[in-house]
């Protein structure tokens, strides 16, 4: 009888061991697909995405509407004195906004004479619910309750508070994936467009961790005209971001190891902290095509 | 069969819960890695096939909506899940403080290699930083969680077994 059993424990031990083997080759194979042939998932992503999705929206929808109750019992006194900041600041506002309206008019003049197009077109752009953020503590992306079916496409700009969040890497029929440029593995192209000079904006653990901002670097400011605080924006020769969506705001700058090029610090414009509604720009950047009409002389 | 329900149901509540509630409860940013919790109690409490598959699951569900690349972590749950299995010998339900070590040691190797396999690759080299304020922290927070979670999970895996002796014993006759 006990001979039996051992036996039978053995087998089972060979067992367990050939199924570790079969499934490290096909998790090996899924990592070596990703890599090269960029296959990812397929059904997989839909059959999770149909059972996960649900979920996580209606936790995250019990859990506002909890924050939101808790929110209601804040005092009269506190919402008066909050209006009347917001009147002041509304007057403000409006002041800037009628000179601003006033520039916008004259600079239309201004293109309509120098015959320019718009510089930075408006893209159509879809709204969309944070429901789920990276479930480790190394990186920095988060899913978002738009996909395949709303005509999300991966490579599509996400923004939130009017600056860059991140970028869509992966769609399935009901979410997307969206790495954002504060993950310690993105780089952005970008620009200051006080000078025109592109350079390389990297999101960073570290950085992020210490002092809530990205780095940056490569820029070659040889007559030291940029400044704390000037705004960053995406560059032109980016080729999956859109052109002039606002980055942040340079908070340091110094020179590098090479004393050729400048790194420093950007401060992102979105609350990376408390993200919740986001858009999506539903136009990929075309690059392919660029090249194609280009006059080839 | 109910083992399989149930383990399914606890896996998918650990990863939603990870991904929405915990984001908004973590202190200083970090969140506690509850399925790590799973992967290696099962591992220690049912041997080394149950806490491979176990953590091959969890790891594939991280894959597709927190990887990279598909396999990734489900390769690195799945070790994590295998290698639990072999301290099933010295596991006894009354004690605490083993459970607790296995899962805490499981937590800092699945962060070290982690690290080494996704950042100093990087040439992110200050391991000093990313060990203090990421893998430390995440371990604390994780032992905590565990000192409540374990005993959930321990009365869980008590109660299925009490079934299937139950079953067993009338299939027998």
Redesign the interface.
């Known amino acids: 009888m006990k001979k039996i059993r051992n036996r039978n424990s053995k087998k089972k031990q060979i067992e367990t061991k050939y199924m570790l083997i079969a499934l490290t080759v096909v998790c090996v194979l899924g990592i070596f697909g990703g890599l090269v042939y960029n296959i990812n998932g397929g059904p997989l992503k839909a059959i999770a995405g149909y059972i996960f999705v649900p979920m996580q929206q209606g936790i995250n929808a019990t859990g506002s509407w909890i924050f939101n109750t808790a929110n209601d019992f804040k005092t009269l006194s506190q919402v008066l004195e909050e209006n009347e900041k917001l009147k002041e600041q509304n007057a403000e506002l409006t002041n800037q906004l009628t000179i601003a309206k006033i520039e916008q008019y004259e600079l239309e003049n201004l293109r309509e004479l120098f015959d320019l197009s718009e510089k930075y077109p408006t893209y159509e752009k879809v709204a969309a619910n944070v429901i789920a953020k990276d479930s480790g503590n190394w990186f920095s992306s988060f899913t978002i309750n738009r996909g395949e079916k709303d005509g999300i496409m991966v490579g599509m700009n996400v923004l939130a508070d009017g600056g860059l969040v991140g970028i869509v890497t992966d769609v399935g029929p009901n979410y997307s994936k969206v790495r954002s440029i504060i993950d310690d593995a993105n780089n952005v192209s970008a620009m200051v467009p006080s000078t025109g000079d592109n350079f390389n904006v990297s999101g960073n653990l570290k950085t992020m961790n210490e002092a809530m901002v990205i780095t940056f670097s490569e820029l070659r400011d040889a007559e030291n005209s940029v400044k704390i605080g000037e705004p960053v924006i995406t560059s032109y020769v980016s080729d999956q971001y859109h052109q002039g969506i606002l980055i942040g705001y340079i908070s340091s700058i110094e020179f590098g190891p090479n004393n050729l090029t400048k790194i420093g610090t950007i401060t992102p414009v979105a609350d990376f902290e408390h993200l919740e509604d986001v858009l999506v720009i539903k136009k990929i950047k075309d690059v392919g095509n660029t090249v194609d009409t280009e006059p080839t002389e | 069969m109910l083992r399989k329900i149930v383990l399914f149901f606890i896996i ?1 509540i650990c ?7 915990l ?2 409860l973590s202190f200083a ?3 506690p ?1 509850l ?1 790590i919790i799973v992967v290696a109690s099962f591992g220690l409490m049912r041997g ?2 149950e806490g ?1 598959f176990i953590g ?1 699951f969890s790891g ?7 990887g ?5 972590y ?2 690195l749950y ?1 070790y994590v899940g ?1 290698s639990a299995g072999f301290l099933q010998k010295r596991f006894y339900p009354e004690d605490i403080k083993f459970p607790l070590l296995i899962i805490a040691a499981s937590d800092l190797n699945l ?1 070290l290699i ?2 080494l396999v ?2 100093l690759t ?1 040439s ?1 080299y ?1 391991f000093g ?2 060990f203090t ?2 893998i430390l ?2 371990l604390v927070y994780t032992t905590i969680v565990t000192i409540f979670f374990y005993l959930i999970l321990l009365k869980i895996n008590q109660k299925l077994e009490a079934y299937e002796k139950r079953r067993a014993i009338k299939f027998d006759l």
Do not use: H, W
Request: charged letters at 15%.
């Open positions: 998918s990863f939603v819960l990870q991904t929405t509630t984001q908004s940013n970090i969140t890695n399925l080394k096939k491979m091959f594939l569900i991280i894959d597709i909506f927190c990279f690349y598909l396999g990734i489900a390769l799945m295998y962060n982690i690290y996704m950042f990087r992110r200050d930083f990313y304020n990421i922290p995440e």
